[in-house]
């Protein structure tokens, strides 16, 4: 009978798996973070001192790059890397649906057009091929996201790029720490967008860094976060004044990261092996024990590349189920698993359909959206805790299953 009630599904009256709700993400702080960012504020500098440079050349130096610009926060670094390579009216990037609307936002920023490309059915990342495709005339730069923290075809996207001579940005957002072809993520693209937000990997609070090799970019992009304006005289048109002069090159804006950002930004880069190990250990575990659910398709990861699994999502199979992923993702809340879905598809928000954006540009995209569920992932998570989102995810698809 206890079996029983247990078994029925939490929407329906019975009891949930847990009694309080797991979150699909959450930040992770210690007391050294915390001592960290209390230091900083016992300091002179509360804003762009010495623990942004500290921060910048930490996370150049773990991805394998020789500069890194820290912004306020990962959508306003995208901005940059666009201005930096000089997306102006009428230029287009291409970039892939399956993301987050910062991506493409970015582009629209500085005024440029976004071409969506549709992405793999299995990696979900975007198809070089459908990309390759998109390219014309006014095509500026490509924009490729490592979906959940699998590298995008880093090599053919740069190849392809070369070719045609475009800038590569890669959203980077969920991969830090990935690997592709035996190299770190942020040693290969033009520039490489990491983003700290209390969701990533690890936290700034807020924030986010491009990191790049070219002294071009670097330059472009410190101008463009305060302002444009330089302080440096060799690029000054007005030689001869006094040393309070400086001059505004650019319509640049107020995106700087604070020194309490970057603290605690530095504090958690400690952490990073660490956290993403156990990503990886928890993704790993997941695969093991939903392997054998039938309804449901399970990461796909290539050979060549180790992911940083920021997420970890299932796709329902809804042929085989009798639900759809409202219903399901709605049982699944009610068992107390935090399920999500990433991401509602860009070109179908209302603000892209205005552009002339819509249904059918991208079936790939919008067809596995339609089985999308973002499982609990995050470093703090205990084997209870995957065991209670394994058994929520058993319990509720084997009640729905044909
Ligand atoms: C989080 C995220 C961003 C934006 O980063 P913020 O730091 O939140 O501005 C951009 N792209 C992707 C894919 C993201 O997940």
């Given at each position: 009978m206890?079996k029983?009630?247990?078994?029925?599904?939490?929407?329906?009256?019975g009891?949930?798996?847990r009694e309080?709700l797991?979150?699909?993400?959450?930040?992770?702080?210690?007391e050294?973070?915390?001592?960290a960012?209390?230091?900083t504020l016992k300091?002179?500098?509360?804003?762009?001192?010495?623990k942004?440079?500290?921060?910048?050349e930490?996370v150049?130096?773990?991805?394998?790059?020789?500069?890194?610009?820290?912004?306020?926060?990962?959508?306003?670094a995208?901005?940059g890397?666009c201005f930096a390579?000089?997306?102006?009216?009428?230029?287009?990037?291409?970039?892939?649906?399956m993301?987050f609307?910062?991506?493409?936002?970015?582009?629209?920023?500085c005024g440029?057009n976004?071409?969506f490309?549709d992405i793999?059915?299995?990696?979900?990342?975007i198809?070089v091929?459908?990309?390759?495709?998109?390219?014309?005339?006014?095509?500026k730069a490509?924009?490729?996201v490592?979906?959940?923290?699998q590298?995008?075809?880093?090599?053919?996207?740069?190849e392809t790029?070369?070719t045609?001579?475009?800038?590569?940005i890669e959203?980077?957002?969920?991969?830090?720490?990935?690997?592709?072809?035996?190299?770190?993520?942020?040693?290969?693209?033009?520039m490489?967008?990491?983003s700290?937000h209390p969701?990533?990997?690890?936290?700034?609070?807020?924030g986010?860094?491009?990191?790049?090799d070219?002294?071009h970019f670097?330059e472009?992009?410190?101008?463009?976060r305060?302002?444009?304006?330089?302080r440096?005289?060799?690029?000054?048109h007005?030689t001869?004044?006094?040393?309070?002069y400086?001059?505004?090159?650019?319509?640049?804006f107020?995106?700087?990261?604070?020194?309490?950002?970057a603290?605690?930004?530095?504090?958690q880069l400690?952490k990073?092996?660490?956290?993403?190990?156990?990503?990886?250990?928890?993704?790993?575990?997941?695969?093991?024990l939903?392997?054998?659910?039938?309804?449901i398709?399970?990461?796909?990861?290539?050979?060549?590349?180790q992911s940083?699994?920021?997420?970890?999502?299932?796709?329902?199979e809804?042929?085989?189920?009798s639900?759809d992923?409202?219903?399901?993702?709605?049982?699944?809340?009610k068992?107390?698993?935090?399920?999500?879905?990433?991401?509602?598809p860009?070109?179908?928000?209302?603000?892209?359909?205005?552009?002339?954006?819509?249904k059918?540009?991208a079936?790939?995209?919008?067809?596995v959206?339609?089985?999308?569920?973002t499982?609990?992932l995050?470093?703090a998570m205990?084997?209870?805790?995957?065991l209670?989102?394994v058994?929520a995810?058993?319990?509720?698809?084997?009640?729905?299953?044909k």
């Amino acid at each position: 009978m206890a079996k029983l009630k247990h078994q029925q599904l939490a929407i329906l009256g019975g009891e949930p798996v847990r009694e309080t709700l797991l979150p699909y993400g959450r930040q992770w702080i210690d007391e050294a973070d915390i001592e960290a960012v209390v230091e900083t504020l016992k300091s002179p500098f509360l804003t762009q001192g010495p623990k942004i440079k500290a921060f910048e050349e930490a996370v150049a130096g773990y991805a394998g790059a020789k500069y890194a610009v820290a912004f306020s926060n990962g959508t306003a670094a995208l901005h940059g890397a666009c201005f930096a390579a000089g997306i102006g009216e009428g230029d287009e990037a291409i970039t892939t649906p399956m993301t987050f609307a910062a991506s493409a936002n970015c582009v629209r920023y500085c005024g440029g057009n976004v071409v969506f490309a549709d992405i793999e059915p299995d990696t979900y990342n975007i198809d070089v091929n459908r990309m390759k495709a998109l390219i014309g005339k006014r095509t500026k730069a490509v924009i490729p996201v490592d979906f959940t923290g699998q590298p995008a075809d880093l090599d053919e996207i740069m190849e392809t790029a070369k070719t045609h001579n475009l800038i590569v940005i890669e959203d980077a957002a969920h991969s830090i720490g990935a690997v592709y072809k035996n190299r770190r993520v942020g040693s290969i693209a033009d520039m490489t967008m990491f983003s700290f937000h209390p969701v990533k990997h690890v936290t700034s609070g807020e924030g986010g860094v491009i990191v790049t090799d070219s002294e071009h970019f670097y330059e472009r992009l410190l101008l463009f976060r305060s302002h444009g304006i330089t302080r440096n005289r060799d690029m000054m048109h007005n030689t001869g004044e006094g040393e309070w002069y400086y001059e505004m090159h650019e319509l640049g804006f107020n995106y700087r990261m604070t020194d309490i950002q970057a603290a605690l930004g530095l504090s958690q880069l400690r952490k990073l092996n660490e956290f993403t190990a156990r990503r990886r250990q928890i993704a790993s575990r997941y695969t093991e024990l939903l392997s054998s659910i039938p309804g449901i398709v399970l990461p796909y990861q290539k050979q060549d590349r180790q992911s940083s699994w920021h997420l970890y999502i299932i796709r329902l199979e809804l042929d085989r189920l009798s639900a759809d992923r409202n219903m399901i993702f709605a049982a699944l809340r009610k068992e107390n698993i935090g399920v999500n879905v990433h991401y509602v598809p860009v070109h179908l928000h209302p603000y892209y359909r205005r552009l002339g954006c819509g249904k059918g540009l991208a079936p790939a995209a919008e067809s596995v959206y339609e089985g999308f569920i973002t499982l609990p992932l995050f470093p703090a998570m205990t084997e209870t805790d995957i065991l209670d989102v394994v058994s929520a995810v058993e319990k509720v698809i084997g009640h729905y299953a044909k």
